[in-house]
T-cell receptor
């Protein structure tokens, strides 16, 4: 149980374009989902907390107008990287959990390369 | 002070040995504790959860929690080359606060 599906797994796009990443909880409802970014050989960095039916909470230093998060249902959150630049190239990972004290379950991640 | 501290390693152990991974946390209201394994280029995978003081065993893995000392550890018995990965300690605080350590890199030498 507690499966999180993330799509696409890999995307290559040109500078200036936008990319949407989907995160779905397949067998549970997730009122909250978390978006992380990880650069090579670095730690997980929390970007934002996505709340169903309300605005996302962004971590300090993360541009909310660049990284648009929509959590329209209890099983789907999306992250859109707008006007992508090469420095946005990274591994983006979403996660969700069943209950308040339960562990985070991660999607398989999306490797974004901006050329 | 970081919420969760781990020795970054690298930690190397021979195949068949016990690997010991340690983690300390700063906030006494931490309520649940987790160990994740992350292979290079992959997303983290949950391997252990622990909620109360003492030991919890699952196969070759044992998690140990000492809330008085604010310390969590993971023991991997009979280490295998396939255990080579980065191990992340994570702590859950009230209010959707979830903190990860920077991870310990483990290499099991055949």
């Amino acid at each position: 149980g507690a499966v999180v599906s993330q799509h696409p797994s890999r995307v290559i796009c040109k500078s200036g374009t936008s990319v949407k990443i989907e995160c779905r909880s397949l067998d549970f409802q997730a009122t909250t989902m978390f978006w992380y970014r990880q650069f090579p050989k670095q730690s997980l960095m929390l970007m934002a907390t996505s709340n169903e039916g309300s605005k996302a909470t962004y971590e300090q230093g993360v541009e909310k107008d660049k990284f648009l998060i929509n959590h329209a249902s209890l099983t789907l959150s999306t992250l859109t990287v707008t006007s992508a630049h090469p420095e946005d190239s990274s591994f983006y990972i979403c996660s969700a959990r069943v209950g308040q004290y339960s562990p985070l379950h991660f999607g398989n991640g999306t490797r974004l390369t901006v050329t | 002070q970081k919420e969760v501290e781990q020795n970054s390693g690298p930690l190397s152990v021979p195949e068949g040995a016990i690997a010991s991974l340690n983690c300390t946390y700063s906030d006494r209201v931490s309520q649940s504790f987790f160990w994740y394994r992350q292979y290079s280029g992959k997303s983290p995978e949950l391997i252990m959860s622990i909620y109360s003081n003492g030991d919890k065993e699952d196969g070759r893995f044992t998690a140990q929690l000492n809330k008085a000392s604010q310390y969590v550890s993971l023991l991997i018995r009979d280490s295998q080359p396939s255990d080579s990965a980065t191990y992340l300690c994570a702590v859950n605080l009230p209010g959707n606060q979830f903190y990860f350590g920077t991870g310990t890199s483990l290499t099991v030498i055949p």
